[in-house]
Nanobody
């Protein structure tokens, strides 16, 4: 059974950095385009970043461009989201997601394009 499990969330101060991890089991992440999303209470799920299967294409939401970085470690079957200069309004549950339907260079920030999701990890940015 294919599973995604996130970790790395927590309580941080404004301006802090944090790295989220998402470990895959049951299949190789290399078969999938990968992405990170977040959802704050009362808000829609927001796409943050995605990475194509071949690793050559990345996309970032304007709100996180220059501060967040997505990556994948193939031997460890793990994906990461490095986050910097965090702001209080970025408090949310962060989710990893993958899907195999994309071509080698494809990925999107649309949550409806992803069929496999982790359970989420809470990130709270507060002083």
């Amino acid at each position: 059974q294919f599973q995604l499990v996130e970790s790395g969330g927590g309580l941080v101060q404004p301006g802090a950095t944090l790295r989220l991890s998402c470990v895959a089991s049951g299949d190789s992440l290399g078969r999938y385009a990968i992405a990170w999303f977040r959802q704050a209470p009362g808000k829609e799920r927001e796409g943050l970043s995605c990475l194509s299967k071949n690793g050559f294409v990345t996309n970032y939401a304007d709100s996180v461009k220059g501060r967040f970085a997505i990556s994948r470690n193939r031997p460890e079957n793990t994906m990461y989201l490095q986050m910097g200069s965090l702001k209080p309004d970025e408090t949310a549950v962060y989710h990893c997601a993958v899907d195999s339907k994309f071509g080698p260079y494809g990925c999107t920030l649309d949550p409806s394009d992803y069929n496999f999701w982790g359970q989420g990890t809470q990130v709270t940015v507060s002083s």
